[in-house]
């Protein structure tokens, strides 16, 4: 390196890249062997990706007739024993519900990259975190539950798409990566350094009898007693990820009188409204989820005793707000704030709940109770609804429409 | 019993037992089923071209969702309908594998209608052995998208009636339209002779598979006594009248000219500029 | 707060997401953090497209804007737009070949030019963005005015060289017209 270039020497080499086919190439390099997907935006640059990478380097690829064939298609390699991608957005994810419920059924290890879009219905592209209910808690029919990672940028996508498939064979089980338009859509400097790992022994694969018994990878289970058997085991599986795979990041979380819980690109405006809160004397801190199931309850909870309330930020109606409040045991009020249908909450939006928050709760005996008899503690949802609302001392909503309209 | 006091015997001549590939149990079909010959052809070839350490088979759901308990390969279960996708993600990813597929009518020809066309019209190197018995056999006899005209059912209790559940789907005769299909047929286990037919059916379609060849289709008109109400003989005996609505014979052998797909002008305007459909 | 926000509002077509994009890469080259996120839609030529590029000295929060430092307008629906959300003491750049509306915030600074007019000098009717790009870049030294260059030379030789030169004139063209235009009371 000589003087000329600006950036410092040690720096090492960045790329200018976008979310999806940042998770894409950083797939590829984890080992993917098969990519199956269909094109639906915001996520079709996955797709696109894939398609000129993997034949080049001689690998699956196929698009697929629909959602339903691309899942498949991944259940098919996977059972194979093969590390297979699939990608999809909202619409498209709620089609592959069922051959995910079969994976976990038959315990087939699968990554899945959900590009989260406004919904319900074909409801808007736009980014949104509305599949937190349909992901976290099972997505298809059954007893399952299936790791949920929530990057909060490009390169956390890229580092936990390898983790992903390291946790699925870990556990035989699907995982998914829950990411939002936003993410997918937006570029960020990476270093490009990715990690594939190591490829483990198995014995379940069904990839011909060659010189061993045949092999049965499925699902059916037709005797009660048998099926049940089946299911404590998965459930002995689900008890052990809770117990060592949670992940969560936090920020401030030295002293602060608010706490705020949120993931993703929510947790990323949360971050610069904390910034902005502190800088005005009001002590916020940031819980981010990492792994959305298993979530991060315990941490939660201990955080919880020491606030003076908790408030949740999401791109939806209050999806993970009833995983905040089952942690929070009722320990701090816990608030909401969120948008829905492709829009996206604004610092200013957030700081403001945050002032509210403040001025309606008081510190008691070094813990943290909210005042009685003058204004209810918002413990249902206060969905945003985009205009200001006169609240007491004189705490006024930010205009917030015009600015979250840059994102429609 | 030999005994060695009595000196060498001539050795036994087996004129019938039951191929390796075929599992020493009893099947969970009806008696008198048709599937349960179809099960054995399939092993039977599995041992004559030794294919059985070569494959992976794709189960459907349905009656024949326990194929895998009864052909001694490697099984993936599938979704309802989706056993070609399915299929085709096992194809994409085990190059030296020989890929079966199983499926009745109704995952075949109702609910799995898209994977069954794209599957084909990708040319994916797969084998499905299509059983086609009119009915929702495992759910209790329900009218299905191959159910005759006029065919009684639990769910077509006056018969089926055209103006309220449309006709017959000839779905062989739609698949060998595709450029990516290579071999599509129809037999039927009415009786011996045409159970030798079918087998001769099967053994063309895994000889194409294995020659690199595109997608390749049996159906098999089988029978389902208890759900069409009839004894076993009866059933057989019906498939007469059922081959009537579903021609026999070869529809499609690509290589050796035979069938709608080949005709030159037909096959010249949909191959277009892709002449070799992948594998 | 060291992050610096600006908006590309314009026309499909004017080269908004590239004008974004030649920014996010000068940054990044310049060893700063950027974060480039379209207003993404159905696609349609011709619709209108912003972008939004975030420059900033460590890692950056919210990828939603609600006060930009900088809004670069190329067609009057994105003026109308996005004037309200320029922070106080922002700057606004606006195309003048295109909007006949006037500035109505009075604590913004505007700066006025006939980008189009401008580009067509240089070369192409469609460099509209990179003119803006230069002015903005004439009065908020986000990155230096070489990194922008060098990074329009990164992204345009590979696909198009035979356009660098006009590129190059159009940047070039918008920060001496910027340079030199006053500043309004």
């Not at chain 2, 037992?17 to 599937?35: E, W």
């Not at chain 2, 599995?46 to 349905?62: M, N, S």
């Not at chain 3, 003026?79 to 909007?99: C, D, H, M, Y």
Request: charged share 20%; glycine share 10%; net charge negative.
């Amino acid at each position: 390196m000589t003087t000329a270039a600006v950036a410092p020497a040690t720096m090492p080499e960045r790329v200018l890249w976008k979310g999806n086919e940042a998770i894409a190439e950083a797939a590829i390099q984890a080992g993917c062997d098969a990519y199956f997907g269909y094109p639906i935006t915001p996520q079709a640059e996955l797709l696109e990706w894939m398609a000129r990478r993997m034949p080049e380097l001689g690998r699956a690829f196929v698009q697929a007739e629909s959602e339903l064939g691309a899942i498949n298609m991944a259940l098919g390699a996977a059972a194979t024993g093969k590390r297979v991608l699939v990608s999809s957005s909202s619409p498209g994810i709620s089609l592959m519900a069922e051959a995910m419920s079969y994976m976990a059924g038959s315990e087939v290890p699968v990554v899945l990259v959900d590009v989260m879009r406004g919904g319900p219905g074909l409801g808007s592209i736009g980014p949104s975190q509305s599949d937190y209910l349909q992901l976290v808690k099972g997505h298809g029919h059954g007893d399952y539950r299936v790791p949920v990672l929530a990057p909060a940028s490009i390169a956390e996508a890229m580092a936990l798409v390898a983790d992903a498939f390291e946790l699925a064979e870990r556990y035989r089980t699907p995982v998914a990566i829950l990411a939002d338009g936003a993410l997918g859509q937006a570029m960020e400097p990476v270093v490009p350094e990715y990690r594939e790992p190591p490829r483990r022994p198995s014995t379940w694969q069904a990839d011909t009898a060659r010189g061993r018994a045949p092999r049965v990878v499925k699902s059916l289970i037709l005797r009660p007693e048998d099926l049940e058997a089946h299911n404590r085991d998965l459930q002995a599986k689900y008890r052990s990820i809770e117990e060592h795979e949670v992940r969560w990041a936090g920020e401030s979380l030295d002293d602060p009188e608010i706490l705020v819980v949120a993931y993703g690109t929510a947790a990323r405006v949360a971050r610069t409204a904390i910034a902005r809160a502190r800088a005005a004397g009001l002590r916020a801190g940031l819980l981010r989820p990492i792994t959305l199931w298993p979530f991060p309850t315990l941490a939660l909870r201990g955080l919880a005793r020491h606030v003076r309330a908790v408030l949740v930020v999401e791109l939806s109606a209050g999806q993970m707000l009833d995983d905040v409040r089952i942690a929070v045991e009722g320990l701090a009020p816990v608030a909401f704030h969120g948008r829905t249908g492709g829009m996206l909450p604004s610092p200013g939006d957030v700081v403001t709940e945050l002032r509210r928050l403040w001025s309606i709760t008081e510190p008691v005996n070094g813990r943290h109770r909210p005042q009685r008899g003058r204004r209810p503690v918002p413990t249902e949802p206060t969905l945003a609804t985009g205009h200001g609302e006169q609240l007491d001392e004189g705490v006024a909503a930010e205009d917030l429409p015009a600015l979250a309209e840059v994102w429609r | 019993m030999t005994t060695e006091a009595t000196g060498a015997p001539a050795p036994p001549r087996i004129l019938y037992q039951r191929p390796r590939a075929l599992v020493d149990k009893s099947t969970h079909y009806c008696p008198g089923c048709g599937h349960g010959i179809i099960h054995r052809l399939i092993a039977e070839l599995l041992d004559e071209l030794e294919l059985a350490q070569q494959t992976i088979a794709v189960a459907p759901v349905g009656c024949s969702v326990f194929a895998y308990d009864y052909i001694a390969v490697d099984w993936i279960e599938s979704p309802h309908g989706r056993a070609p996708a399915v299929a085709t993600g096992v194809r994409r990813t085990n190059s030296d594998a020989f890929v079966l597929v199983y499926q009745g009518d109704g995952d075949l020809a109702a609910i799995g209608t898209a994977e069954i066309i794209h599957a084909a019209a990708r040319g994916e190197r797969i084998t499905t052995v299509f059983v086609n018995n009119g009915i929702y056999g495992m759910t209790g006899g329900q009218m299905a998208p191959t159910t005759l005209l006029g065919q009684k059912t639990t769910s077509s209790p006056l018969g089926r009636d055209p103006k309220l559940a449309g006709y017959p789907i000839p779905i062989s005769e739609m698949l060998a339209l595709l450029r990516g299909v290579d071999y599509v047929s129809r037999g039927s286990v009415a009786d011996p002779p045409s159970v030798g037919k079918v087998k001769a059916m099967l053994k063309r379609a895994f000889e194409i598979q294995r020659a690199g060849g595109g997608f390749t289709l049996v159906e098999v008109l089988s029978n389902c006594p208890v759900g069409w109400g009839m004894t076993a003989p009866e059933s057989m005996a019906h498939l007469a009248e059922v081959a009537e609505t579903y021609p026999l014979g070869v529809i499609l052998d690509r290589s050796k000219g035979i069938g709608p797909g080949v005709d030159p002008g037909l096959s010249t305007r949909l191959a277009g500029r892709a002449e070799e459909a992948p594998r | 707060m060291t992050e610096r926000s600006t908006i590309f509002a314009g026309f499909g077509g004017q080269g908004i997401l590239f004008a974004g994009t030649v920014l996010a890469r000068a940054a990044m080259a310049e060893g700063r953090e950027v974060l480039w996120i379209p207003s993404y839609g159905p696609e349609m030529r011709g619709g209108t497209a912003s972008c939004t590029v975030i420059v900033a000295e460590e890692a950056i929060g919210s990828p939603v804007v609600d006060q930009a430092d900088a809004v670069v307008a190329l067609n009057p629906p994105s003026l109308a737009k996005f004037e309200p959300v320029v922070a106080a003491g922002g700057l606004l750049v606006i195309n003048r070949s295109l909007i006949e509306a006037e500035v109505r915030r009075n604590d913004v600074e505007a700066v006025e030019l006939p980008c189009t007019a401008l580009a067509r000098e240089a070369g192409d009717d469609r460099l509209v963005s990179v003119v803006a790009l230069g002015a903005l870049l004439a009065r908020r030294p986000l990155v230096s005015l070489a990194s922008a260059g060098a990074a329009i030379e990164a992204i345009v030789s590979a696909k198009r060289p035979q356009i660098l030169e006009a590129d190059l004139a159009a940047l070039r063209a918008g920060y001496e017209a910027a340079a030199v235009e006053t500043v309004p009371a």
